[in-house]
C-alpha cells in the first residue's frame, strides 16, 4: 500500500554537515527516520526492546519522496541520473506556473543504451552520442531532485519540488552542564511544510508520499501503531524533535504507478524503437540487425543510497544481480558515490558509515528468457531492496523507473 506524511511543522532530517555550526537537511524523509520515531513512541509506551522489534518488522518501510498538495496525485519519485535538462533554461515543460517552466526534461537511459548496444555490434556512427535543447541548441546538463506528476485536466502536469526552509539561529547546549554553551551558535535550517503553489502566488502544503508493505499477517495492527503514534504526537520525525521539529500525520493513499508488468513492456517497446531509429543512422546500417538480442531488459533504479559490494566483498558503486540461475552484469551504470550513515536513538551513537551509489542511480540489464519467467525474480528485487543495510531503508529501488519512457523534453 502507499502511505502520505503531511508535516504538521518543520522538520530536519539530518544530512552531511558541511560545517558543524548549520544543521541542514533532506528533502525526503528516510524509511529509517520513520522507523526510529516509531520505536521511539513504542518505547514510550512501554514496551520492552523485543516487543518493539516484533511490531516494528511487521512493516517492510519504504522512502517518502515530496510532492505538492494540489490536485490529483499519480506519484511522486526521485528523477533518475539519466534525466536532463536545458543548461539555459532547465525544468518541466509541463509546469502549469509559465515562470517555472524551462524547455524540458528528458531521459537519455534508453538513447544510450540503444547507441551502446548498437556499437557492441559494430555500428559506425558518424558522430558520437550527444543531446542538444530543441529550443535554443545549448547543450543539456543533468537534472536532479525530486518530481511529481498530478492528473492536470485530461494531460499529465510534471512538477519539479521546490522545498522552502525554515531556519533558526539556537544557542549550543553543553550536554554535561545542562546549560548555554559560551560564544557557541548554531543555525537549524529546517524544511518547511509549505511550498510554492503549482498556479498561483500563495503556498499550499507538502506531503511525502511512501510505500508501506506487510511483512507479517497481523491484521494491520502495526499500520494502526504507527499511526496512533505519529498522529497523536508521540513521536516526531528528525532532530530537535523536543523543541517541536518533526510533527507529522500519517494516512493511507491512492498512488497510481503503473504495474511492474506495464513498465518493463513499456521499457523494451521504447528501446525497440529507438534501436530501429538509432540503426538508420549507422553508416553500417544494412549490416546492422533490426531489433536488439531477444530477452527482456530492464533497470534498477535506486530509491535509497545502496550500500553495495563487488564479488570480493569489497564496497562498490556497481551493482550485480543473481536472479534465478543467472547473474547479470550492468549493461549501463550511471552512479555517483554517497555515504551511508545516521543517527541511532536507541544506542545514542552514530550508525556505521559505507560507500553508497546516491539516489537516482541507474544500472540496466539484460534477462536471457521471456518476461513472464523475470516477473517473479523481479517483484522481488523490487519488494526487498539491493545490497545491505536493507533493514535501516537503503537499497530500495524501482524497476523500469516510468521516467525513462520520457524519451522527449516534458
Excluded at 333 to 358: E, F, K, N, Q, Y
Aim: hydrophobic share 35%; net charge neutral; with cysteine.
Amino acid at each position: 500500500m502507499w502511505a502520505s506524511i503531511e508535516p504538521q511543522t518543520p522538520i530536519i532530517l539530518g544530512d552531511v554537515r558541511g560545517d558543524s555550526q548549520f544543521l541542514t537537511t533532506r528533502h525526503y524523509i528516510p524509511a529509517r527516520a520513520v522507523r526510529g520515531a516509531w520505536a521511539n513512541g513504542l518505547a514510550r509506551q512501554g514496551k520492552n526492546t523485543e516487543e518493539i522489534l516484533r511490531t516494528v518488522d511487521s512493516l517492510r518501510i519504504g522512502n517518502f519522496f515530496p510532492a505538492p498538495a494540489w490536485r490529483e496525485l499519480r506519484y511522486a519519485l526521485p528523477l533518475p541520473m539519466s534525466a536532463m535538462s536545458c543548461k539555459r533554461k532547465g525544468g518541466f515543460r509541463t509546469a502549469p506556473d509559465p515562470d517555472q517552466r524551462g524547455h524540458g526534461v528528458v531521459d537519455t537511459l534508453i538513447p544510450r543504451l540503444a547507441y551502446r548496444l548498437l556499437e557492441a555490434k559494430g555500428a559506425h556512427f558518424a558522430v558520437p552520442f550527444a543531446l542538444s535543447c530543441r529550443e535554443c541548441g545549448d547543450r543539456m546538463e543533468p537534472e536532479s531532485g525530486f518530481y511529481s506528476v498530478h492528473r492536470y485536466g485530461n494531460q499529465s502536469a510534471y512538477l519539479a519540488f521546490r522545498p522552502r526552509f525554515h531556519a533558526q539561529t539556537k544557542v549550543a547546549i553543553s550536554r554535561h552542564r545542562r546549560a548555554a554553551v559560551e560564544s557557541m551558535l548554531y543555525t537549524a535550517s529546517a524544511l518547511s511544510p509549505y511550498t510554492s503553489h503549482p498556479e498561483k502566488d500563495e503556498e499550499t502544503r507538502i506531503h511525502f508520499v511512501g510505500r508501506i508493505d506487510f511483512t507479517k499477517d497481523d491484521e494491520g495492527r502495526a499500520w494502526s501503531s504507527l499511526q496512533r503514534i505519529l498522529n497523536d504526537g508521540l513521536s516526531a520525525l528528525g532532530a530537535l524533535r523536543t523543541r517541536g521539529y518533526g510533527r507529522v500525520k500519517i494516512v493511507e493513499t491512492e498512488i497510481s504507478l503503473p504495474t511492474l508488468k506495464e513498465r518493463v513492456e513499456g521499457f523494451n517497446q521504447t528501446l525497440h524503437k529507438l534501436w530501429r531509429e538509432l540503426r538508420a543512422l549507422a553508416l553500417n546500417s544494412h549490416n546492422l540487425p533490426a531489433e536488439p538480442p531477444e530477452g527482456v531488459y530492464f533497470t534498477v533504479d535506486l530509491l535509497a543510497p545502496g550500500v553495495l559490494r563487488d564479488e570480493h566483498g569489497l564496497p562498490s558503486l556497481m551493482l550485480t544481480l543473481n536472479l534465478g540461475d543467472q547473474t547479470l552484469q550492468p549493461l549501463l551504470g550511471i552512479t555517483r558515490p554517497d555515504m551511508a550513515s545516521g543517527w541511532c536513538v536507541a544506542w545514542g551513537l552514530p550508525r556505521p558509515t559505507h560507500l553508497a551509489a546516491r539516489i537516482g542511480s541507474v544500472y540496466a540489464f539484460h534477462w536471457e528468457g521471456d518476461l513472464e519467467k523475470a516477473l517473479p525474480y523481479l517483484e522481488a528485487l523490487e519488494r526487498e531492496g539491493v545490497g545491505q543495510r536493507r533493514e535501516e531503508g537503503f537499497g530500495e529501488c524501482l524497476i523500469c523507473h516510468p521516467f525513462h519512457l520520457e524519451v522527449e523534453e516534458k
